[in-house]
């Protein structure tokens, strides 16, 4: 099995479906009354934050304890990054200490990659979030929750053919856009992505999804079976991508009206956190459509099973 | 590599039959009548198909047996305690009777007895699901060399062998044929 989870692309289709197969296990632990497994006794998880988190952070640290492994928490703010130290001085320090597992997130694009491929770590290395880059473990959760909700119980196995996945707002700046966009491609599935073209990327030919750039006639014309909202990322925003917040709001927002033209059985997703009153309402963010609760809770039990396979058998694979 | 049959299809229904009566009679000793006290529980992957062979002749002699609440399967994956050194197991699903485990006298039932690791990995996956009164070991096979304080309660059939042996079972459910082969 893999060792480095860096891009939602390094996976084959087998392995994307293994992972998720394993995460319906997971999920069946966290509904037990006692949600933990031995599996991973005796390791140790880093989760290396240079970059502010909450359910990230917190859902592999939950993943990490439910299987017993032992976790060590690192953010940047009040550590010795702040008076100066390097990414590679940081990682050398973890694996002097003994780190099985690395789980990076860093607001440069790039940073996993780096760290895996400079043998400052011989463990395990996940990518929870590098820049504007990528964050497949979000992937894998939208793709686990999506199944979820389309076959249910009867999801082992399944990959997500032909589902019509509308992916709309900040694209330019959304890691999970672009790692979803990579998963959802391998599973089957047919991205679009609707934005102003203000934040769709430059260049965006290479990529194989259909752009839109008005989120009513999508909604009216390809009619999509799930409609992912991406958070308006004003933290790295350094120029004018929208008029206004209102403006945004009304062309772009998801909203009650835009709910009611929803498809039967077709979903709202977001990977949180929400601007609420920006690029969804309360409305249409408490509905029963909005899966936004569920792609937490599912979050958990796809870390597990992301853990659990970069973390058993390794040293098979070294041997 | 030279193989040969030890136990035929005949063999293994009359091994399985045995077994639900032996289970049946131990259990007389603990409650008078019925089987609302026992689960029996089967280990991936054969292990399962001799629980659901073992349920359906328990059921067939105690009439009124809910099999709903008799039969389960046990996956043991996430306990092993060779996970570090062997490839990625696929973890297969875990159902446990809706009545649970606590205070029930429950059957583990398995296609080889070896080693002896599953089964201790099978009574720590136990452990998180409650405290039975009594855990008990069925195995269609026995082939010794035990590398733990295990025995198994019910046996099919004893079958000496060399470590070096390999002991294939098939059943029809996930083989074409019902045999235990010893391949050496």
């Known amino acids: 099995m893999i060792k480095y989870l860096l891009s939602a692309g390094d996976l084959t289709r087998e392995q994307a479906i293994e992972i998720l197969d394993i995460a319906e296990g997971m999920a069946d632990v966290n509904d037990r009354d006692i949600k933990k497994l031995p599996t991973l006794r005796g ?46 001085d940081t990682a050398q320090t973890l694996e002097a200490m003994g780190a099985d597992a690395v789980v990076i997130r860093h607001p440069a694009s790039g940073a996993a990659n780096v760290l895996a ?34 076959h249910g119980s009867a ?28 998963l959802l491609n391998t599973l089957g599935a047919e991205v679009h992505f609707v934005a102003p073209p203000t934040l769709l990327p430059a260049n965006p030919s290479n990529w194989e999804a ?10 009216q014309h390809e009619k999509p079976d799930v409609v992912m909202m991406l958070r308006v990322q004003a933290e790295r925003m350094n120029a004018s991508f929208f008029p206004s917040e209102r403006e945004y709001a009304r062309i772009w927002g998801f909203n009650a009206d835009r709910l009611k033209t929803l498809k ?49 058998g390794e040293r098979a694979a070294d041997v | 590599m030279s193989s040969r049959t030890v136990l035929s299809s005949d063999d293994i229904d009359r091994a399985v039959t045995r077994i639900a009566h032996e289970i049946l009679e131990a259990n007389t000793a603990l409650q008078k009548s019925g089987t609302s006290n ?53 973890v297969t699903e875990t159902l446990i009777p809706s009545q649970g485990i606590e205070d029930k006298v429950v059957v583990l039932v398995d296609d080889v007895l070896f080693s002896g690791r599953t089964i ?60 235990v082969v010893i391949e050496s």
Do not use: C
């Not at chain 2, 733990?148 to 996930?174: C, M, Q, W, Y």
């Open chain 1, 43 to 88: 390791k140790t998880v880093v989760n290396l934050f240079f970059e502010d988190s909450t359910r990230t952070r917190i859902s592999f640290e939950l993943a990490a304890k439910r299987l017993s492994a032992d976790v060590i928490n690192f953010s940047a703010k009040g550590s010795s990054v702040s008076k100066g130290e390097s990414l590679k």
């Open chain 1, 117 to 150: 491929h400079s043998n400052w770590i011989n463990g395990a290395i996940v990518n929870a979030g590098d820049g504007t880059h990528e964050h497949p473990t979000q992937a894998l959760l939208d793709a686990f929750t999506m199944r979820k909700r389309i």
């Open chain 1, 155 to 182: 999801s082992k196995g399944k990959a997500l053919e032909g589902l019509k996945v509308a992916i709309v707002g900040d694209v330019l700046h959304s890691r999970v856009a672009r790692s979803n966009l990579l």
């Open chain 1, 210 to 219: 259909k752009l839109h750039y008005s989120l009513d006639e999508t909604l």
């Open chain 1, 264 to 312: 039967p059985g077709a979903f709202l997703m977001h990977p949180g956190p929400m601007n609420r009153g920006l690029e969804i309402d309360a409305v249409s963010a408490d509905s029963p459509q909005s899966t936004v609760l569920e792609q937490v809770a599912n979050g958990v039990s796809v870390r597990m099973a992301v853990l659990y396979s970069l973390l058993s």
């Open chain 2, 38 to 90: 026992l689960v029996i529980l089967g280990i991936p992957t054969r292990g399962v198909l001799l629980a659901e062979r073992i349920a359906k002749v328990i059921a067939r002699n105690e009439p009124g047996t809910d099999v709903s609440q008799l039969l389960g399967r046990l996956d043991i994956t996430m306990y092993r305690d060779d996970l570090a050194s062997n490839p990625t197991r696929a």
């Open chain 2, 120 to 179: 201790r990995a099978a009574l720590d996956a136990l452990n998180d699901f409650g405290r039975p009164r009594a855990v008990k070991l069925a195995v269609l096979v026995d082939r010794g060399h035990r590398e733990l304080p295990i025995r198994a309660d019910f046996v099919g059939k004893n079958l000496p062998t060399s470590r070096e042996e390999r002991i294939r079972v098939h059943l029809t459910e996930s083989d074409s044929e019902n045999s």
